[in-house]
């Protein structure tokens, strides 16, 4: 059974997701103290966790880099904010979705059955390698190595690399990228996307290999 922490102050949001939850037979854990939210993760050790960003002392963006200096369980978002910036801080503090309040439960039930098949059906997967102008992208544990370097990629990283490794010379569009990272479109800011591939070019830059993925401006993204 998969383990859901949810990070919530609102009581009654709590309650309401949890019983939705609880009705897919997933494990939720609740968190009540919210000093020590890192702490409780260290001991539940969940599949995913759902994360407010305003709580009652250090925020959601705090705990979540805490949370991703330990492990890269998958992180959603949950807030009532709504600016674009938000959304971008979120996914560079390292969460891995963003759903806004008011939201449906039914979407929030699928992006969850989605992060967990998607998270750990590739765990699952025996150790494959692809390679490309000596770049490595271990399958089996979402790292990227060149010439002895390596860079442990988030989950949104992964994907983005991985998809674009099994095509290359071959243009992958935006719309091909999102829907690999959530499945359904409209449920993603065009800006998240983007903060995910920058954040990768950075990454395989930082291992010596620059221009790795090229803009194809109109179309989306290519590795020749």
């Not at 150790?127 to 979402?142: A, D, E, T």
């Not at 290359?168 to 959530?182: E, F, N, P, T, Y």
């Amino acid at each position: 059974m998969y383990k859901i922490m949810m990070v919530e102050d609102d009581e009654k949001i709590r309650r309401i997701v949890s019983d939705v939850l609880h009705k897919w037979k997933y494990d939720v854990i609740e968190v009540t103290n919210f000093d020590q939210v890192l702490t409780e993760f260290e001991q539940v050790q969940p599949h995913l966790v759902l994360l407010d960003i305003n709580l009652p002392t250090l925020d959601g963006f705090y705990w979540c880099q805490q949370i991703r200096s330990v492990s890269k369980v998958p992180i959603i978002f949950l807030s009532s904010r709504n600016e674009n910036m938000d959304i971008i801080m979120a996914i560079n503090m390292g969460g891995d979705d963003f759903v806004q309040k008011p939201f449906d439960l039914d979407i929030l039930v699928a992006k969850v059955k989605a992060l967990l098949r998607r998270n750990y059906s590739y765990r699952d997967e025996e150790s494959v390698q692809l390679i490309h102008r000596g770049l490595k992208l271990n399958i089996s544990n979402s790292v990227a190595e060149y010439k002895g370097q390596s860079a442990e990629l988030s989950r949104n990283e992964f994907i983005i690399l991985q998809l674009m490794m099994r095509k290359i010379g071959k243009i992958v569009s935006r719309d091909d990228l999102m829907q690999a990272l959530w499945n359904e479109e409209q449920f993603v800011d065009d800006n998240t996307l983007t903060v995910n591939v920058n954040r990768l070019r950075r990454k395989v830059a930082s291992l010596g290999l620059n221009d790795f993925i090229v803009t194809r401006k109109g179309m989306g993204y290519i590795i020749e």
